[in-house]
């Protein structure tokens, strides 16, 4: 079974940037849909990003604008650019892949992102 650990977490102050990596550790051709969700303490997992393996996209309005999902097939690894960070990102971040997006079979362990006000 394919793996998948996330890495680039970390403190940053409001309105900096962060680029977390989502590294599979076999191909990810096999994954339709793949995603990044976050949750905050005291909050339901929710919903980053996420991309087909078309490249089609999708973002909530809360991260639109700002944070950019995006997969590379050659290196089997799926980031996730986020800029003009806010307090409220905040959260452990998580990588999920399935075989359908929004069918998610695998989740990764998680990174801690923390914004600074």
């Known amino acids: 079974q394919v793996r998948l650990v996330e890495s680039g977490g970390g403190l940053v102050q409001a309105g900096g940037s962060l680029r977390l990596s989502c590294a599979a550790s076999?191909?990810?051709?096999?994954?339709?849909?793949m995603a990044w969700y976050r949750q905050a303490p005291g909050k339901q997992r929710e919903l980053v990003a996420a991309?087909?393996?078309?490249?089609?996209?999708n973002y909530p309005d809360s991260v639109k604008g700002r944070f950019t999902i995006s997969r590379n097939t050659a290196k089997n690894t799926v980031d996730l650019q986020m800029n003009s960070l806010k307090p409220e990102d905040t959260a452990v971040y998580y990588c999920?892949?399935?075989?359908?997006?929004?069918?998610?079979?695998?989740w990764g362990q998680g990174t801690q992102v923390t914004v600074s006000s």
């Open positions: 076999g191909s990810i051709w096999s994954f339709n849909g």
């Open positions: 991309i087909t393996l078309g490249g089609t996209t």
């Open positions: 999920a892949a399935g075989p359908r997006i929004y069918e998610w079979s695998t």
